[in-house]
Every structure is written in C-alpha cells, then in structure tokens.
Nanobody, 118 residues
Framework: QVQVVDSGGGLVQPGGSLRLSCVVSGIIFRLVPMGWYRQAPGKQREVVAEISSSGAGRYTESVKGRFTISRDNAKNTVSLQMNSLRPEDTATYYC????????????WGQGTQVTVSA
C-alpha cells in the first residue's frame, strides 16, 4: 500500500518562512521523481517545484529564488523550504510521487494548507 503524507503548512506573515515535508512509503522512493503542487481557491492545481530521482530541482518562475526542494532517499522524504512568502503563495500544497513510469500512476498526499497573511 502506497502512502504519501504531507505536512508542515500553517499561517505565516508575509516575508516569513515555512518548511513542508512529505513522507512516502510503499514505493522504491529513490527511483521516483517527486513534486510539490498547489491549488488556490478557484484556481487550477499548478506545479510549484519538482525534483528528479537524481536530485535535480526545477521551479515555477514565481517561486524561483525563494523556494528550495530537496529529498532524502534514506528517509523517503521530500521537503519544500519556502522563504520570503507572499500572500499569493496562499494555497493548499500537495506532495506528488511521479510514479507513473514505474507503477502506472502518480500518488498524491492529502494536502497541507499554507496561508500567508498579516
């Protein structure tokens, strides 16, 4: 049974920081690319950051220089360090295991809410 559990969201003031974490079980984690997505109310889900199985990260333009994605294959975890947060970063953030290539489908966490507000 595959489980993707994301956590770490909360309420933070503009300019603040949060660190999201995601723990995965039931797949060969080190072989699977991982991603963080977000969905704001009334908007489509969008990719925020992705990290390949080899550790190469890439980011959507709006978070470049502020967010950092990382993975720890020994702990089956992927993290998203978010700095200099803005109100427009407010959304539910979802961890994704891009497992289609190996397992025929992707797996998603339940989501964690990030609210950036004064």
């Amino acid at each position: 049974q595959v489980q993707v559990v994301d956590s770490g969201g909360g309420l933070v003031q503009p300019g603040g920081s949060l660190r999201l974490s995601c723990v995965v079980s039931g797949i060969i984690f080190r072989l699977v690319p991982m991603g963080w997505y977000r969905q704001a109310p009334g908007k489509q889900r969008e990719v925020v950051a992705e990290i390949s199985s080899s550790g190469a990260g890439r980011y959507t333009e709006s978070v470049k220089g502020r967010f950092t994605i990382s993975r720890d294959n020994a702990k089956n975890t992927v993290s998203l360090q978010m700095n200099s947060l803005r109100p427009e970063d407010t959304a539910t953030y979802y961890c994704q295991a891009g497992a289609t290539g190996l397992y025929g489908r992707d797996y998603w966490g339940q989501g964690t809410q990030v609210t950036v507000s004064a």
